[in-house]
């Protein structure tokens, strides 16, 4: 399974972006889907993930009501709409995928620490004035 992070670039603060994850190899069914991100010299960060099975969501609270998580499996694609970007969102955006879970009983961060199988390049979000 590949995944390939697209529609990163150059925003000014409290702009928008959206950027997508194209899967190939694979399909999303059964599958778990995040973005993190990384500042090179910084440990990784878990940003967001969308289960399978009930479409349930999880935001890191720095990004919480500004981040949105979508997918399409029908597309094979993943989406994170950034809204009212800030300066400290500047990183490499990654999108990983791993085996789909119950989020009642593996919550929060779980996903990030031992439930990505794959993931791929990332794109580099960029928020200046």
């Known amino acids: 399974v590949q995944l390939q992070a697209s529609g990163g670039g150059l925003v000014q603060p409290g702009g928008s972006l959206r950027l997508s994850c194209a899967v190939s190899g694979g399909t999303l069914d059964y599958r778990a889907v995040g973005w993190f991100r990384q500042v090179p010299g910084k440990e990784r960060e878990g940003v967001s993930w969308?289960?399978?099975?009930?479409?349930?969501?999880y935001y890191a609270d720095f990004v919480k009501g500004r981040f949105t998580i979508s997918r399409d499996n029908t597309k094979n694609t993943l989406y994170l709409q950034m809204s009212s970007l800030k300066p400290e969102d500047t990183a490499v955006y990654y999108c990983?995928?791993?085996?789909?879970?119950?989020?009642?009983?593996?919550?929060?961060?779980?996903?990030?620490?031992?439930?990505?199988?794959?993931w791929g390049k990332g794109t580099l979000v960029t928020v200046s004035s």
């Open positions: 969308i289960t399978d099975s009930d479409v349930s969501t």
């Open positions: 990983a995928a791993g085996p789909d879970f119950d989020s009642t009983v593996l919550g929060g961060d779980w996903f990030f620490q031992h439930g990505m199988e794959y």
